[in-house]
């Protein structure tokens, strides 16, 4: 049975058992402040389960991409170490709401595994969960009877709180669970030790395959445990754990999951693969695992960056460079070229890679470029460090090996591999310390205090009343304190809310809440998951009041002009420059918006004013909105709605069109009524942000108005200063040709003098005593002059000592040149010379020995220079 097979088989079988089969979500989260990155199957379900909101369907199975290297489950170190571990993987999951519970979610999995996909039962095992004094929860007796129907009591095992007691994170959903896993091995390895002992030991092969979670708690953020409305079931298994049973093999990277990819990169390396631990090996194993999670992270909008998910995508890329690099020797861009097979090996379920290909691609090779490049920087850095230290103590220090991880991207194992060849060793522990001492400070910069809800009425959904209305009677439902950056802040839920909650680009509404003549200020709105919340700096007096809401109404009409306006911005942007354009981010508010998008060159100039042109002429035709609610989502898609790749859409979705021919997008945010109000459109930059990614910022109506306002006003004074000529633009160049010309007869000029005043000078050289002296007063027309003439006349004359007291256009200046063989044999230093004179011209210089100068505020000290020079050449020359 090959891969495709399987995951089709797992979910037409709950499809027969009557489970809605729904899409994957994105695997980059975008409305969870707890989690970056979706790490279960189970995550778009968290509302459901908390009762925040309801589910289309009480069964639902999918299979999720998910990805695990960050927060609570991460596995990116193990990955490519062992063959079961990976950082992007898939999770079938079924899933029951508040509908069957543990008897069906038992019997039906055994079904699946024993039945449709044929695993040998005498290999399989279960655990349940053992009780946990702490939380105060006995043995879970009710899965253990389950099973004790369905296996021998001797392949039950009871497990603890770590392996059978499963929590989303901190804080959030969770409950006891059942784990099956299966024992792979070959007989007499069996026969030796029994697979019960193995289960959970980390054995490569005897892992779990399948987590059956019963959901009936809440953690809360003070540890304890409340009980769910409802109690419900949510499974997960391992895509990939489960193709390797299924098509008995000892390793998740020997099935047809990942055999295309390590054939593909073990061809471009001329490496082969041996399944075994060598380096190569688990090089291998760490590409064709790390190419997954990068290329759906970014298919899924998260572009590689400096912080926060980015930054997680970039190191995984980073770290699969480096294996490639060090193991595999790839001094060339690798990664960016398997995306076709990976690409195709996805279309049919995961069809937003395929669809995204060259993007992903170009942007994944931009990365690997510039890494590259870091880590011949950093290879340079390590030679020069080596050279030290092979003199002295024959060991890199752990802060010299940090910061080659840190700046250069150098892992340990790659600095100590190198020093080892050159037979240094490196100082470990105090790396690792070093490493902990960052892990906490990012720890520390990330952290985020939230306390716990207090509830005040139970609610099954927030009503939004933003599209219709900015006001509304509402009541507090639930809130709660956080601390964020150390300041202390209140989230509150309302019943029913007119604020828009910050989402698709469009920031959250301001405003406030009022009861009793008593405002209280909405700082900002924000959702998390579903739930509309509303950000205070202090809570209400009278927290169970009615309160009447007002959503501050001229900052959101002024977002809504950039709203409307990005979707006519999207519209036009692909009638100029292709189908290719697609939203890779998007910020809208009061003020102007950004729009990024994927295309692969600069603008022109032509391009931005024909987009231009188009906008503000749908503007113009003043369209009216046509916003459709509740449109079922194949619908919406028949009507030709752009439907963003990364982003989550329900079965119903709203549906935002100006002009059906020529903007209908997918989008939950607020807009204009018509086109006309936005006024006008106009972009006042274009550029790029990553490769492949274009951002384009702009500006509407009043702010628009007042751009080109300004920039009419400048133009005005311009022409007014040039006396109004008929044509600006000829007036200008011709003034710039005119000045060019004009400084070449200047230059012509000044030379003919400089060459004049040289005759003149070398006329007034005295000679005393074998020297030749000249001090004099002189006038030229710039610094520059002075500096030539001085020059010249310490390489033509021998013996010299001159100081020229000049006036160059009203400024005071001297120069003093000492020839090279007096420096020493008269004490004279040009220099310090230079010095005292200045004090003549109330300022002050320097230089070297035989040539220094100085500049000074005072023109009228220059024949005192002259004095004063004479007088100290005296000194030194009788
Ligand atoms: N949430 C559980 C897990 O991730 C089962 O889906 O293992």
């Given at each position: 049975m090959n891969s495709k097979l399987i995951r089709q088989k797992f979910l037409?079988?709950?499809?027969?058992?009557?489970?809605?089969?729904?899409?994957?979500?994105?695997?980059?989260?975008?409305?969870d402040p707890t989690l970056m990155f979706t790490n279960a199957g189970m995550n778009q379900f968290k509302d459901y389960f908390l009762g925040d909101s309801d589910p289309s369907s009480p069964r639902i199975a999918d299979t999720q991409k998910c990805l695990r290297v960050s927060g609570k489950h991460n596995d990116l170190e193990e990955v490519g170490m062992d063959t079961y571990h990976h950082t992007m993987f898939e999770m079938l999951g079924n899933w029951s709401f508040g509908d069957y519970f543990k008897k069906e979610a038992i019997e039906w999995a055994w079904e699946l595994l024993t039945k449709e996909f044929d695993l040998p039962k005498e290999r399989l095992y279960a655990s349940v969960f053992g009780g946990d004094q702490e939380d105060k929860m006995p043995l879970d007796q009710e899965a253990y009877d389950l099973w004790k129907q369905i296996i021998p009591e001797d392949r039950i095992l009871e497990g603890n709180k770590k392996d059978n007691f499963w929590e989303m994170g901190d804080t959030g959903p969770c409950g006891p669970c059942s784990e099956i896993h299966i024992d792979l091995r070959p007989q007499e390895e069996i026969d030796k030790v029994p697979g019960r002992d193995l289960v959970n030991m980390d054995h490569p092969q005897v892992v779990e395959v399948w987590n059956l979670v019963f959901m009936q708690f809440n953690r809360k953020a003070d540890g304890s445990l409340e009980k769910l409305p409802a109690q419900h079931v949510d499974t997960g298994m391992g895509f990939e754990r489960l193709c390797m049973a299924i098509q008995n093999k000892q390793s998740n990277y020997d099935t047809d999951v990942f055999t295309p990819l390590i054939d593909f990169v073990s061809k471009l390396s001329g490496v082969n693969y041996e399944g075994k631990?060598?380096?190569?090996?688990?090089?291998?194993?760490?590409?064709?695992?790390?190419?997954?999670?990068?290329?759906?992270?970014?298919?899924?909008?998260?572009?590689?960056?400096?912080?926060?998910?980015?930054?997680?995508?970039?190191?995984?890329?980073?770290?699969a460079v480096r294996y490639g690099y060090t193991f595999l020797n790839f001094r060339e861009p690798f990664l960016n070229k398997i995306l076709p097979t990976l690409a195709e090996q996805f279309d049919d379920v995961f069809p937003e890679l395929i669809a995204q290909q060259d993007f992903v691609a170009k942007v994944i090779k931009e990365e690997e470029t510039s890494f590259l490049r870091t880590l011949e920087k950093g290879l340079t850095k390590l030679d020069g460090i080596m050279t030290d230290v092979k003199s002295t103590s024959k060991t890199i220090d752990g802060k010299t090996a940090f910061e080659l991880y840190d700046t250069y991207g150098f892992p340990f194992d790659l600095t100590s591999l190198i020093a080892r060849e050159n037979g240094l060793t490196v100082n470990e522990e105090a790396f690792n310390k070093e490493m902990v001492v960052q892990k906490n400070r990012s720890k520390k910069d990330a952290e985020t205090a939230t306390g716990d809800w207090v509830e005040l009425m139970s609610i099954d959904q927030v009503l939004f009343l933003g599209y219709d209305s900015l006001t509304s009677t509402s009541k507090?439902?639930?809130?709660?304190?956080?601390?964020?950056?150390?300041?202390?802040?209140?989230?509150?839920?309302?019943?029913?809310?007119?604020?828009?909650?910050?989402?698709?680009?469009?920031?959250?509404?301001?405003?406030?809440?009022?009861?009793?003549?008593k405002k209280t200020s909405i700082i900002n709105t924000k959702k998390e998951n579903n739930l509309i919340i509303?950000?205070?700096?202090?809570?209400?007096?009278?927290?169970?009041?009615?309160?009447?809401?007002?959503?501050?109404?001229?900052?959101?009409?002024?977002?809504?002009?950039n709203h409307s306006a990005t979707h006519l911005l999207h519209a036009a942007l692909r009638d100029v420059l292709g189908d290719h354009v697609q939203q890779k981010g998007s910020l809208v508010n009061d003020k102007a918006l950004r729009f990024d998008f994927s295309h692969f060159s600069k603008m022109t100039d032509e391009e931005i004013a024909k987009v231009e042109k188009i906008v503000n002429s749908k503007i113009r035709e003043n369209i009216k909105l046509n916003e459709q609610r509740n449109v079922p989502i194949e619908d919406a898609k028949k009507q030709g709605a752009m439907a963003l790749f990364g982003e989550k859409y329900g079965d119903f979705v709203r549906v935002i069109t100006f002009d059906k021919n020529y903007s209908v997008e997918l989008c939950g945010g607020t807009h204009v009524q018509a086109t006309g109000q936005i006024g006008s459109l106009k972009i006042i930059s274009e550029g790029s942000v990553a490769a492949g990614v274009r951002r384009i910022e702009a500006i509407t109506a009043d702010k628009a108005e007042e751009y080109n306002n300004v920039q009419e006003g400048v133009l005005k004074?311009?022409?007014?200063?040039?006396?109004?000529?008929?044509?600006?633009?000829?007036?200008?160049?011709?003034?710039?040709?005119?000045?060019?010309?004009?400084?070449?007869?200047?230059?012509?000029v000044n030379a003919d003098k400089t060459k004049e005043q040289k005759?003149?000078?070398?006329?007034?050289?005295?000679?005393?005593?074998?020297?030749?002296i000249l001090v004099s007063e002189a006038s030229f027309?710039?610094?520059?002059?002075?500096?030539?003439?001085?020059?010249?006349?310490?390489?033509?004359i021998e013996n010299l000592i001159m100081v020229l007291a000049a006036n160059i256009s009203g400024k005071p200046q001297i120069s003093v040149v000492v020839s090279e063989n007096l420096v020493s044999t008269l004490d004279l230093h040009a220099g310090k010379m230079v010095k005292e004179l200045a004090k003549?011209?109330?300022?002050?210089?320097?230089?070297?020995?035989?040539?220094?100068?100085?500049?000074?505020?005072?023109?009228?000290?220059?024949?005192?220079?002259?004095?004063?020079?004479?007088?100290?050449?005296?000194?030194?020359?009788?």
């Open positions: 037409q079988f709950f499809k027969n058992k009557q489970h809605e089969i729904v899409p994957s979500a994105p695997m980059v989260l975008q409305n631990d060598s380096k190569t090996d688990i090089a291998l194993r760490v590409i064709s695992d790390h190419i997954r999670a990068i290329s759906f992270a970014i298919a899924d909008g998260q572009l590689p960056s400096n912080n926060k998910a980015g930054y997680v995508i970039r190191r995984i890329l980073r770290r507090i439902a639930k809130y709660r304190a956080i601390e964020e950056k150390g300041k202390k802040l209140y989230q509150i839920v309302l019943d029913q809310t007119p604020f828009y909650a910050e989402s698709g680009g469009q920031v959250g509404d301001i405003g406030y809440i009022e009861s009793d003549g509303h950000f205070t700096s202090e809570l209400p007096t009278d927290i169970e009041a009615e309160f009447s809401c007002i959503v501050n109404a001229s900052k959101r009409k002024l977002t809504e002009n004074q311009v022409s007014e200063i040039l006396n109004n000529p008929k044509d600006v633009v000829k007036a200008i160049e011709s003034l710039v040709n005119e000045r060019a010309e004009l400084a070449k007869a200047i230059e012509s005759v003149t000078l070398a006329k007034n050289i005295e000679e005393y005593n074998s020297y030749k027309p710039d610094a520059e002059s002075l500096k030539k003439i001085s020059f010249e006349f310490k390489n033509e003549e011209i109330k300022g002050g210089g320097g230089g070297q020995p035989f040539f220094a100068t100085a500049g000074g505020k005072d023109i009228s000290g220059l024949s005192q220079v002259i004095v004063k020079a004479k007088e100290l050449i005296k000194s030194v020359t009788n």
